[in-house]
């Protein structure tokens, strides 16, 4: 697999089995902190802020900023290897729709659900363009992302925006009957934004960090 998201820090001479460790512990603590940010941008919400970890909040801003970041980087990678254009801006494209969904709360200033039609506009767009590059880079590009270690913190962390957040964090199904139905609201809402953003910040680590999908050269594909 691929190399960690620390191994540019600049480990001199060849690689050897106790170079290989600190290069691993380096990407344990960095993942530790990004675990950590989830906790800590609710807590600022909920104890100093005071807004519930609603639309407008720390927990919010930060997703959507971790899902531009996404879009941008996939969308520029994209640019620089045509051989896995396709396939890259599909998935900018499925990470955009996702932000236009967080964003939901500002189109919502126009119509009522307004946020949908620019993300079907984007959708069909991006389909589109990944027709017009052909299916031959569309499949060798999810070919090389599926052989990179960046798959598996993607699909993770995108299991945990879209299933776990939603099942742990069901007022219906756990949390009203433990809580109450007020109390269960506040706090289901501030554990899904919590647990969305975690899932978000594992997408960005799997796909932009050093270790992570788009650090690849042209042509590599590391099992």
């Known amino acids: ?3 960690t998201s620390c191994e540019e820090a600049g480990f001199p001479g060849p690689i050897t089995p106790l170079t290989t460790l600190l290069l691993a512990a380096c990407d344990i603590l960095f993942l530790l902190l990004l675990t950590l940010i989830p906790t800590l941008t609710v807590a600022l ?3 100093w802020l005071h807004n519930g970890v609603g639309e407008v909040s720390i927990t919010e801003l930060l997703q959507e900023g971790v899902l531009l970041a996404i879009v941008i980087g996939l969308y520029w990678k994209g640019r620089r290897l045509p051989e896995v254009r396709a396939f890259l801006w599909l998935l900018a494209g499925f990470f955009g729709c996702l932000l236009i969904r967080e964003l939901d709360v500002f189109f919502d ?3 009522h659900g307004f946020w949908l039609y620019p993300a079907l506009l984007l959708a069909m767009t991006t389909l589109l363009h990944s027709w017009r590059q052909g ?3 569309l499949l060798h590009g999810a070919a090389r992302f599926v052989q990179h270690r960046s798959a598996l913190f993607t699909l993770f962390g995108l299991l945990l925006v879209a299933v776990f957040s939603r099942m742990f964090g069901s ?5 009203n009957e433990i809580l109450g139905v007020s109390t269960a609201f506040e706090f289901k809402t501030a554990l899904q934004e919590g647990i969305e953003l975690l899932g978000y910040t594992y997408v ?3 796909i932009l960090t050093q270790g992570g999908y788009l650090r690849e050269g ?3 594909v590391r099992a």
């Open 1 to 3: 697999m691929n190399t």
């Open 135 to 137: 299916w031959q880079t």
């Open 45 to 47: 919400d909920l104890r």
């Open 218 to 220: 042209p042509g590599t």
């Open 109 to 111: 200033k126009i119509r």
């Open 204 to 206: 960005a680590y799997g």
């Open 171 to 175: 007022g219906s199904l756990l949390w």
